[in-house]
């Protein structure tokens, strides 16, 4: 599960989300994402979006779970929230991915983030 946790936060880097060749390999073809504002998209739109978000932008997470739900098929439940410039956290979500397993990679196919009350940072 390590492997998904840092895949997971490797996705949260400005380099990688600067790196369309990158989030390609990570992103399944027929990846859908719900977002935090509730709309729906689709491969395509999501790979445009992440490559267009600001270079100041960075993401906290923290208190990882992990659910298999079949050998190669992986859950991802976690904590988030955006960084300001003075460190402080906000737009705080509940995110959770599902992961696929083709070959040797792994792939997200669906991920999804709802909106929760803030929270503390927490070592775990």
């Known amino acids: ?3 998904l946790k840092s895949l997971e936060i490797e996705l949260h880097q400005q380099a990688v989300r600067k790196d ?3 989030i390609v390999e990570l992103l399944h073809p027929e990846f859908i ?5 509730g ?6 739109s999501t790979v445009k979006s ?6 100041n932008f960075e993401i906290y997470s923290q208190s990882y779970e992990f659910v ?21 956290l906000f ?4 995110r959770t991915s599902i992961w696929v397993n083709e070959g040797d990679n792994w792939k997200m ?16």
């Open 1 to 3: 599960m390590d492997r």
């Open 20 to 22: 369309t060749k990158r």
């Open 33 to 37: 994402e719900v977002g935090y504002s």
């Open 39 to 44: 709309n729906t998209y689709d491969f395509s």
């Open 50 to 55: 992440i490559s267009g978000l600001p270079s």
């Open 68 to 88: 298999e739900y079949a050998k190669g098929i992986v859950q991802v439940i976690y904590l988030s929230a955006n960084i300001d410039e003075e460190g402080n």
């Open 91 to 94: 737009r705080h979500a509940k």
């Open 109 to 124: 196919k669906y991920h999804q983030g709802t909106p929760v009350a803030p929270f503390e940072k927490s070592n775990a």
